[in-house]
């Protein structure tokens, strides 16, 4: 089983919402922080939002103020509330764990914000 599975991708108007799931297994999830990473078409991957093992949390500028990351621990689970999106977050949404040199990786869900 893959340590880490994205979903809640999909088609999306703009001004619109979506929530990003990260399910995680077969390490200890509650030590990693973890991090949305995006990648657009034609462009280097972004980090998005992280959080801490500790519940710290940071985001791109680009998307302050609209979006939103959280953990649930019991839960093995990590989210993305996306809000407010705009066509410009079109991309492939990563899900990432780390710890030291440990380095987790889902196989991304698409994200396409069109009318």
């Known amino acids: 089983e893959a340590p880490l599975v994205e979903s809640g991708g999909g088609l999306v108007q703009p001004g619109g919402s979506l929530r990003l799931s990260c399910a995680a297994s077969g390490f200890a999830f509650e030590k990693y922080d973890m991090n949305w990473v995006r990648q657009a078409p034609g462009k280097p991957r972004e980090l998005v939002a992280s959080i801490s ?3 710290s949390t ?41 710890l030291l040199r440990v380095d987790y ?6 994200v396409i914000v069109s009318s």
Do not use: H
């Open 53 to 55: 093992s500790g519940g």
């Open 58 to 98: 940071d985001y791109a500028d680009s998307v302050k103020g609209r979006f939103t990351i959280s953990r649930d621990n019991a839960k093995n689970l990590m989210y993305l509330q996306m809000n407010r999106l705009k066509p410009e977050d079109t991309a492939v949404y990563y899900c990432n764990a780390k």
């Open 105 to 110: 990786w889902g196989q991304g869900t698409q």
